[in-house]
């Protein structure tokens, strides 16, 4: 019947159909309000993620169908691309209960991964948000809407690369996108937590976007342990926002600020993101080459090039070169000061009070 059903509203892209035979050593990975996920091995080796919706989503769906058939319907026209989840196809067990089959991420979902993964260094972290806006911008190019973006809904690949799952409430743009009841709190726009039945479009993805650019900084799930009334007074009374974390790049901050403003048509779009996030990768991937030529160098010469950035106002190249410096001559007070003061201007406040701190030792 969902078969009939779904063929019957798509013409021109045929779905896959997988013999349930074909699998074996079923677990659960993942239960929620509406679906379960589960983690099952195929007789060839390979493992797979097979997805179904609960038979009472009728808080969600009138038909307990339509959560599954609009999934599927999205998952069957969204083309390939490495930061979407792979759609495989579907399948049906003895008891006639049907399953999407979508490849299988093993390391998890993003804020399972930032838990374990403490140390990931700045370009390590926006590359994992270049591959969460690319998997966006592929969405909204083929004018689809996801609409309930948060960390359990990107996952990450044994490569460290990111995919964008979970497709149970996207919409076509030009359909009806009023809000359901559904989408982590935390990662829903102030509109949209003001007004369930608000239209949710771009704008609305990239206010997450925002959200998740911020835990990939902090390693933690934005708003955490509030209640939804409280993350309602925090964003829309009060108009708050999750701080930077000490040592964020600048220009990495000012991006998902921007794109968690209040105001939906002052979000950049996606592509205005991607321009952004490529120029500050490849601004880390420049001070990762200045690392890299510190060997050989000695205190004169770290020194005579970290005031010469210092000077031009590049302060992260600068303090590539002084920091090296001072671990050779911890005892310099105006290298530390010099450091001191190009962490105020980059906003690495907690490092500035330490600089600062060694300098007046060494002055009293």
């Not at 005579?304 to 950035?309: I, P």
């Amino acid at each position: 019947m969902i078969l009939k059903r779904v063929e019957s509203s798509i013409n021109d892209k045929p779905i896959k159909i997988l013999e349930y035979s074909s699998f074996v050593n079923s677990n659960i990975i993942l239960a929620s309000e509406t679906n379960l996920v589960y983690r099952v091995d195929l007789r060839d080796g390979n493992t797979v993620a097979l997805k179904t919706f609960k038979s009472d989503v009728s808080h969600y769906y009138e038909d307990p169908f339509d959560g599954f058939i609009r999934e599927v319907k999205i998952n069957n026209m969204i083309a390939y691309h490495e930061n979407i989840i792979k759609f495989l196809g579907i399948t049906k067990d003895p008891k006639d209960k049907y399953f999407m089959v979508h490849e299988f991420a093993s390391n998890g979902d993003l804020q399972s991964y930032l838990n374990t993964h403490h140390n990931l260094d700045w370009l390590t972290k926006v590359n994992m948000a270049k591959d969460i806006s690319n998997g966006i911008e592929h969405l909204h190019n083929a004018i689809i809407v996801h609409r309930d973006l948060h960390d359990r809904n990107i996952l990450v690949h044994s490569d460290g690369r990111l995919v964008i799952a979970d497709f149970g409430i996207s919409k076509r743009l030009g359909d009806d996108t009023v809000s359901i009841s559904a989408g982590r709190y935390a990662y829903l726009a102030p509109e949209c937590l003001q007004d369930h039945n608000f239209k949710r479009g771009k704008p609305c993805d990239i206010y997450s976007l925002g959200m998740l650019f911020w835990e990939i900084s902090s390693g933690i799930s934005p708003l955490n342990g509030k209640e939804k009334i409280e993350i309602y007074q925090c964003v829309v009374d009060r108009g708050e926002r999750e701080l930077p974390i000490d040592g964020t790049p600048s220009d990495y901050i000012s991006l998902y600020r921007n794109a968690r403003n209040g105001d939906s048509e002052l979000r950049p779009g996606i592509a205005a993101i991607q321009r952004i996030l490529d120029k500050v990768i490849e601004r880390l991937l420049k001070l990762s080459e200045h690392q890299s030529a510190l060997s050989g160098l000695n205190v004169s010469e770290l020194k005579t090039r970290g005031e010469s950035y210092f000077n031009e106002e590049k302060f992260d190249e600068a303090l590539i070169y002084l920091n090296k410096s001072l671990e050779i001559n911890p005892n310099d007070a105006l290298t530390s000061f010099r450091c001191g003061e190009a962490n105020r201007r980059i906003n690495y406040l907690e490092k500035s009070l330490e600089n600062y701190n060694i300098v007046e030792l060494h002055i009293s």
